[in-house]
């Protein structure tokens, strides 16, 4: 879904995405009922040193304004948390790309985190730390701020929310904290792929515990976030997985250099007739030497047969897709070709096409690869690295 950024913090672009906007109010709402109220309203007595008359919350429109402050700053929470790591990760170098805020909390992306195990464990720390850190600061505030019964209600219970974030973050299953410190820990004497499937194993199984609990409560929420927590786990195997399959290789060794073109003055008449005769689907569409875009089979089949004849390839054809260049890491061009949601890259060198990696190209390497067993106890056929 789409992501709007709204401004920039330390030079990290921070974005919200299209399910915070959905479901922010929705939050809001939640814990304005009354039960929310109460129950938020006697964990702070518990520990604020001036108790909390929740009659004055309950009347006339303070438990939205409760419910819309605290809301908003759980997502403040969530981001500083999300800030955490990210500084601490650039201390060793890790470029941000961004930080997303949505639906199941906040996600800093990073490229090209260092397989060390110290140095995921600083960084998957940072954000319950973080957490923590502005529990205590909104605990402390307690102290200090006027003694108005919403402002206690909404600094105490974002002091018990953040305390509470951490924790559950530190739970051992991706993507959560806890998956990514017991994924470095294991780490220390094991291989790093070998780490993740462990890590990513008890995460599934905490999944699954989550889920039958949720069941059991009727607790929707938690159900859903045990789904993601299980297919995120998941993902992370795969994706640590092909990292190391892919490990040495580049570009150059994965992609077709024997790529069938069209210019974009081709009919479509005649893009069906090639489509048909050599069997292929997807053409690049090439003009002076750069592609223009992609014309497929399914681009040109809402084409009318008797426009066929007058209709070309540059009135149909989809946009270019992304390029990579031949010396880029094989791996870095999965991840490219995921980004964009397509089946190809280009391959570009000083400005001129000179080949194109397809996920066909791809699924074929990862076959061959899996087939020849662990990098380390394998020799690579020649033309593999």
């Not at 069941?215 to 786990?233: C, Q, R, S, T």
């Not at 992609?294 to 054809?317: F, G």
Request: aromatic share 8%.
């Amino acid at each position: 879904m789409r992501n709007v950024e709204i401004g920039r913090i330390t030079g990290i672009p921070i974005r919200l995405n299209a399910t915070l906007v959905v479901f922010l109010p929705l939050l809001a709402w939640l814990i304005s009922r009354e039960a929310q109220l109460l129950f938020y309203a006697g964990v702070v007595n518990s520990i604020s040193p001036r108790s909390i008359d929740v009659a004055v919350i309950q009347s006339g429109n303070m438990p939205i304004l409760a419910g819309v402050a605290t809301a908003i700053g759980l997502f403040v929470g969530v981001l500083l948390h999300e800030l955490g790591h990210s500084w601490v990760a650039r201390r060793y170098d890790v470029t941000i790309a961004s930080i997303t805020l949505w639906i199941f909390g906040g996600m800093a992306h990073m490229e090209d985190l260092p397989e060390d195990w110290d140095i995921e464990l600083y960084v998957a720390i940072a954000g319950p730390v973080m957490s923590v850190l502005v529990g205590a600061a909104c605990y402390v505030l307690l102290f200090v701020l006027p003694g108005q019964p919403v402002v206690l209600f909404v600094v105490g219970s974002l002091a018990v929310i953040n305390v509470t974030l951490a924790v559950f973050n530190l739970i051992p299953a991706f993507p959560m904290d806890g998956g990514r410190v017991l994924r470095a820990l294991l780490a220390r004497s094991q291989p790093y792929a070998e780490a993740t499937q462990t890590a990513a194993t008890v995460g599934k199984l905490i999944a699954v515990l989550m889920a039958v609990f949720a069941v059991l409560a009727f607790a929707p929420l938690l159900l859903l976030i045990a789904m993601f927590v299980y297919i995120a786990a998941g993902a992370e195997s795969r994706t640590t997985v092909l990292r190391d399959l892919f490990r040495g290789l580049t570009v150059r060794e994965l992609m077709s250099t024997d790529v069938r073109t069209v210019t974009p003055e081709t009919t479509v008449a005649a893009f069906v007739d090639r489509v048909v005769t050599e069997r292929t689907t997807a053409y690049p569409v090439m003009e002076r030497g750069t592609v223009t875009g992609v014309v497929t089979l399914d681009s040109v089949q809402k084409v009318p047969l008797e426009a066929r004849d007058s209709t070309t390839v540059a009135d149909v054809m989809g946009p270019t897709p992304p390029t990579v260049g031949p010396d880029a890491d094989a791996f870095d061009a999965l991840v490219t070709m995921s980004s964009a949601r397509g089946d190809r890259i280009l391959v570009v060198e000083s400005g001129r096409f000179v080949g194109q990696i397809t996920s066909a190209d791809l699924v074929r390497m990862i076959e061959v690869l899996q087939g020849l067993g662990p990098r380390d106890e394998m020799e690579l056929p020649d033309g593999y690295a």
